[in-house]
């Protein structure tokens, strides 16, 4: 009979786990270190934020380093798919009850304003249909600082060259990154910039704090 961890079995959780230690070899192959890459973009957020919102948990491997770093995380995705990946990932480090799951639009946070020391968003950018739009709800909730990350031109063709190595395509909205920025400081945040080969992070703090 199998041992059962939260609603998942041992043997789910390990090989969700050979899966992910699979695919971050591949990245590190050509290139791309995807674990320093998240650790960067935690770097950015201050430490004295207790309480995160993510916007775009994915597979859920940036959820799982913030709820190892910071004591309240929600985290929201519109595919619940997506969060049974990452609950699974959160699993194996024994990290799930540390973690909310929602799922929801971000365009359309249920939350009141500055709900959250921080919003961020690592690589989600890319797959939003109205980018901005969900920008304004990250800096609506965020009482002190908003961190969004997403690929460089490198990054994105290294992406593009790993998914065309096993037959599949990285699907892109259309959005330009480049002016986040400029929207933040615009709307009442100091902004940073920090760009390496892969990837560009902008930190945002709310000038009021």
Known sequence: MNSVINQFTREEIAAHHALFVERTALYKKHGLDQEEARDAIIRQISKNCRSILEIGTGKGHFTALLAASFERIDTVDLDAQAHRAAMLHASYYGLLDRIRFVTADSEHLGYADRSFDAVV?????????????????????????????????????????????????????????????????????????????????????????
Do not use: C
Not at 135 to 158: H, K, N, P
Not at 174 to 197: C, M, Q, W, Y
């Open 121 to 209: 968003s690592a690589y989600t950018f890319h797959h939003l249909v109205n980018p901005f739009k969900v920008i304004r709800e990250m800096m609506r909730v965020a009482a002190t600082q908003v961190v969004i990350s997403d690929f460089s031109d490198a990054g994105f063709a290294l992406i593009d060259r790993v998914h065309g190595s096993r037959g599949t395509a990285h699907e892109r909205e259309a959005g330009d990154f480049s002016i986040v920025g400029v929207f933040l400081k615009e709307h009442g945040f100091n902004v940073t910039v920090i760009e390496d080969r892969w990837q560009i992070i902008y930190s945002a703090l709310r000038k009021n704090t």
